[in-house]
């Protein structure tokens, strides 16, 4: 199996660009086989990018010192965990249940899922060091507000990789899978 790390891909390889070339971007939203629930799924896609843009947003205000501490750790908290539930949880969906329907329809692109669910798998791991950031900043805060500061350049670096990765996965899933839904008549 090739491997195609996220860090190195410049968007989708070209060999898994086939359908795309068929189907690009632009013409989607017009597309008859466009349906609802695609529509939703890349409405999900465009909330991970919302949230992570705002918990970036927000840790460089409050290492700005543009922020109260106190509504930072209520906004890092909420934000940051529907981020991560979220993505869980979508990611789990589309490994045992979307992925393989799309792999079915169109065995051809058994290799680009594979490399996103890989992408998952990285993903997993930086949620958990911008979980265990966020969660040390947030039992700092509560023993010592200045002490509590330090810990804020590793929670804008953790939610600043997730940001970069999100783009790049969901931009490479999108341009993958929807061409295979649009080509099959999939999730109508």
């Not at 909330?47 to 106190?70: A, C, G, H, W, Y």
């Not at 979220?86 to 290799?111: I, K, M, T, V, Y």
């Not at 899933?173 to 295979?180: G, K």
Request: glycine share 4%.
């Amino acid at each position: 199996m090739t491997q195609y790390h996220i860090n190195l891909r410049q968007g989708l390889p070209t060999e898994m660009q086939l359908l795309l070339r068929d189907y690009p971007r632009e013409a989607w939203p017009d597309h008859p086989n466009f349906a609802k629930s695609t529509q939703n799924w890349m409405g999900a896609h465009s909330m991970f990018r919302q949230l992570s843009d705002i918990i970036v947003q927000d840790t460089q205000e409050m290492l700005e010192k543009n922020q109260d501490p106190q509504r930072f750790a209520g906004q890092l908290g909420h934000f940051g965990n529907l981020l991560i539930r979220n993505l869980h949880g979508h990611h789990s969906w589309e490994d045992h249940n979307f992925f393989p329907e799309l792999q079915a329809a169109d065995a051809r692109f058994e290799r680009g899922l594979e490399m996103l669910e890989s992408d998952h798998e990285e993903m997993d791991k930086l949620l958990d060091t911008l979980r265990s950031n966020a969660n040390r900043y947030l039992k700092s805060l509560d023993l010592s507000e200045p002490d509590a500061s330090a810990c804020l350049p590793e929670v804008l670096t953790a939610s600043q990789d997730i940001r970069t990765f999100l783009g790049r996965h969901l931009a490479d899933e999108e341009d993958l899978v929807v061409p295979i839904i649009l080509h099959h008549k999939l999730r109508g």
